[in-house]
Each structure stands twice: as C-alpha cells, then as structure tokens.
C-alpha cells in the first residue's frame, strides 16, 4: 500500500483550517489527567478520541493492537488514521462485532488493520462489512483482513462512498462475496488488491449491485457454491462499471463462470478476464504476475495487461496505485492495481 502520511489539514470554503488533533496510544489513559492532546498525554481507545472530535478534527493512533468491545462508529467529519501505517496498527473485532462503520460523507479512515470484525447476525441492510461498512465517506490505505459476515465479509460500501489502495483478504462471507458495492449508487473500490476471499454460494470475491471497479487486482478467491445467479469470483449486475481491472486465477469449486451473473450485463472495459466478455479494451489472457501464487499481483515486465488500461480523470499527475509508485508510468495506465514501473533510462519524446 502507498506510505501513510500523517495529513490532517482540511479545506473548506474559507481555505484550510488546522484540526484540533486527538492521540491515541495502548499505553495512554481515558481517565485522569490525559486529555488526548498530545504523545505526552494520549487516549487509550480509538473510540474515547472518536467520541471528543468535531468536524474537521482527526484522531491519530500509535503502534498497536486495539481490541473492541462495541463496534466504532465515525460520524463527524474527522479524519481516523494511524501514525505509522496498516501494517502496525490494527484494530481487532475479536471476531464478535463489526470493527468500524463510516457514515459521514466527509470523513477518512486511513492506515489501519481491520481484522476479525464479525456481523452475520441480523439480516438485511445491516449485515456486511464485518471490517467495515462505509455508508459514506472515503477508506484508504487500509488492509481488511480475516473478517466475517453474511455478504461483503470485509468491506460493505454504500453511496458515493470511496475505498481505495486496500488490501482486502481472506474475508468470509458465508452467503457470498468478500467485498460488496451496494445499491444504485457511485461507491468505488478503486486501486484494490481484493485476494484470498471465500463466499458461496455466490460471488467469491466481489459482489457489485451499485457502483464501480477501478484499477483493481482480483486474484485468488474462492467461490464455493452453486448459485448460478453469481457463480463466479465477481458477481456484477446491469449497469455496475468494471474498468482497468484485472481478474484472473480465481477458485470455483463447482461451476466454472462464463458470464457475471444471470441475465446481467455490467459495462467492462479495458479488464483482463477470466472469460470472453464483450467490452472495449477487454482482454482473456493470462495477466502474467511476477509470482502467480503469490499475493501482490505485480507484473511482469512482458505482461499484456501494461500499458492497456485507459486513462481516467482521477489519474492526476499526482496519483498513485497501490505501492505508491505514479499511476500511469508510460503515458497509458495499466490494467489492475500495480504499475509497472518505467524502466532506467527510459525516453519518450512528445511530439
């Protein structure tokens, strides 16, 4: 995933304004003279600092392991992220409760582990996103990972909400999918490594019914039932958009998929595939990974996915993929979540 930066600064109509910043750390205290206001004074639990902010605040946590007893909730327009990266700052819902839900359109969770969330109890709209459910707001550089649910084990995504350079793995969703885009709205997975999922028995990996796919990596999932609806390791309804994604070495345990769902026909383009599918740009062919049982899905340098994707908005000069490296090397964007870096020495001449 990209480096962590700890960002807190936010704009609004009258230019930007500091945030009044909460800490976080396993040896802090939520009782007596700490007030959260610094590393000299930190809170212990994410959600006492969650509980102090206002909008534009941020709550950053320390190096840890934080394990829930209730569910987070983030409401507010704040910023929720950890001081050194997912990788050692994880968030643990000791398979008992979901670990985080997101239902402000301006807030950020960044940087942290969500792992072991669990919520396949109670059915309907509630039950998905055992990692996360973000009803609105924007999840980045996060690893989901080892969670449970009904549908969309790790992450549940509604609205115009936004995920992007995830890492979303071995997740169970025990009627299907381990991420999940719901209803008709613009929610993206964008920049993702969606890996080692299981559901069934539909949709392994991913279940689209709103939103879109961008530049993700759909490697290694599982789907091990018999629903002829979603039989694959993404299921797509009509009119969900998959673009510059790639979807390959996949696991079905009893049919092997053709189509993404029944009588569905979502828009795919520029995407490498594991079956024919008519779309621009679309390949059917091996993607060639650098390691193909590996779970980073890098490239090698012959693969037929570089330079093969288009070029969308989103893709400033700026913007990253998963690692961190620019987005588009060589003019042209590549398919999936990694870049192929531009060679030493390499010269292109603008004409």
């Known amino acids: 995933m990209a480096s962590n930066q ?27 003279a700490n007030d959260g206001l610094s590393w000299a004074q930190p809170f212990k639990t994410i959600s006492n600092a969650v509980a102090y902010t206002v909008n534009r605040d941020a709550v950053v946590v320390s190096n840890g392991t934080y394990n829930l007893t209730v569910q987070l909730t983030v409401t507010n327009a704040i910023t929720l992220m950890s001081a050194n990266g997912a990788a050692v700052t994880i968030i643990d819902g000791g398979n008992g409760r ?55 084990a790790g992450v549940k995504v509604h609205n115009s909400s936004l995920v992007t350079h995830c890492i979303i793995a071995n997740n169970t969703g025990a009627n299907g999918a381990g991420a999940q885009l719901q209803f008709a709205g613009t929610g993206r997975l964008r920049n993702c490594l969606i890996y080692g999922n299981s559901g069934g028995p539909a949709s392994g990996a991913l279940l689209l019914a709103g939103g879109s796919l961008e530049n993700c990596t759909v490697v290694s999932n599982t789907c091990a039932g018999n629903d002829a609806n979603f039989p694959g390791a993404v299921g797509a309804t009509t009119g969900r958009v998959i673009i510059n994604t790639i979807i390959r070495n996949n ?13 569905f026909t979502p828009t795919v383009t520029y995407s490498c595939l594991e079956f024919a599918w008519p779309g621009e740009g679309n390949l059917y062919t091996n993607a060639l990974f650098v390691n193909p049982t590996a779970t980073n899905g890098a490239l090698l340098g012959t693969s037929p996915c570089i330079n093969a994707g288009t070029n969308l908005s989103w893709m400033t000069a700026n913007a990253v993929d998963l690692t961190g490296k620019l987005r588009i090397a060589m003019r042209v964007v590549d398919m999936g979540a990694y870049e192929f870096p531009m060679p030493p020495g390499t010269v292109y001449s603008l004409r």
Do not use: H
């Open 6 to 32: 700890a960002d807190v600064a936010y704009s609004d109509t009258n230019g930007f304004k500091t945030a009044t910043i909460y800490y976080v750390a396993t040896n802090g205290l939520d009782t007596g």
């Open 98 to 152: 979901r670990c985080l839900l997101v239902s402000n359109s301006v807030a950020v969770i960044k940087g942290l582990t969500l792992q072991r969330g669990n919520i396949s109890a109670g059915g309907g709209n509630v039950e998905g996103g055992g990692g996360v459910w973000v009803q609105y707001g924007t999840v980045s550089n996060c690893l989901i990972a080892n969670n449970t649910a009904g549908y969309g």
């Open 251 to 263: 696991n079905y345990t009893v049919m092997t998929p053709t189509n993404f769902g029944t009588n």
